[in-house]
């Protein structure tokens, strides 16, 4: 079965600095990944997904995703970090039931905070 | 505009009492999801549906019933909610053969 580990609950950083949310994965088989963004009281924002292809991805207001095979990981980055990209990541994989549907699963989310 | 749309957007109500969250998409998809958010334990999926009639189980369905009778809408029903149900739920779709998956923007549980 497919798994999601994001270990840090919260990760801190200053307006400017570059900022990293990791993620790791466990899928049979080549995994879909992707990242969302949770604002409060809002509902999951798609950020960017690998499906093949460039390890780099990038996706919405400046973010990049480094697919690693090897260390099975898809840490999310952003090379200067805004005050307003503080809120709630998701990291998610999606793997194959038997069925055929693509199940996506989801890690445990990590808070950024990033202060002025 | 593209978009999942979800009812009621904040849920008050007791135990027992039955209720329905509907959940509608207008992009023609056939594979619809409700999923709950509880902190430190992120999504999981409750029900899903691949398309007209066709649903199954997701990881935590136990207390909830889903139905598929048009595309476009996917209910969640608690037939009688309990306290451990109070949550954050969200509903998604997305098309067969495209990757990425749309959310709505959530309904927010509270049973006494």
């Known amino acids: 079965a497919q798994s999601v580990a994001q270990p840090e609950d919260q990760v801190n950083v200053a307006e400017g600095n570059p900022l990293t949310v990791k993620c790791t994965y466990s899928?049979?088989?080549?995994?879909?990944l992707f990242w969302y963004v949770q604002y409060p009281n809002r509902g999951l924002q798609f950020l960017l997904k690998y499906i093949t292809g460039d390890n780099l991805v990038k996706g919405s207001y400046g973010f990049e995703a480094e697919f690693n095979k090897s260390q099975t990981s898809f840490h999310l980055k952003k090379p200067s970090a805004l005050v307003s990209d503080s809120a709630l990541y998701f990291c998610a994989v999606r793997g194959f039931e038997n069925t055929g549907f693509q199940k996506l699963v989801f890690g445990t989310g990590t808070r950024l905070l990033v202060s002025p | 505009e593209a978009q999942v749309t979800q009812n009621p957007r904040y849920l008050i109500t007791v135990t027992g009492k039955k209720l329905t969250v509907t959940c509608s998409q207008n992009?023609?998809?056939?594979?619809m999801s409700w999923y709950r958010q509880d902190p430190g334990l992120g999504l999981r999926q409750i029900y899903y549906?691949?398309?007209?009639?066709?649903?199954d189980k997701g990881d935590v369905p136990e207390g909830y019933k889903v139905s598929r009778k048009e595309k476009r809408n996917f209910p969640l029903i608690l037939e009688s909610p309990s306290p451990n149900q109070t949550s954050l739920y969200f509903c998604?779709?997305?098309?067969?053969?495209?990757?990425?998956?749309?959310f709505g923007p959530g309904t927010r549980l509270l049973v006494l």
């Open positions: 899928v049979s088989g080549n995994p879909y």
């Open positions: 549906s691949m398309n007209v009639e066709v649903t």
């Open positions: 992009m023609n998809h056939e594979y």
């Open positions: 998604a779709s997305r098309g067969a053969w495209r990757e990425t998956q749309y």
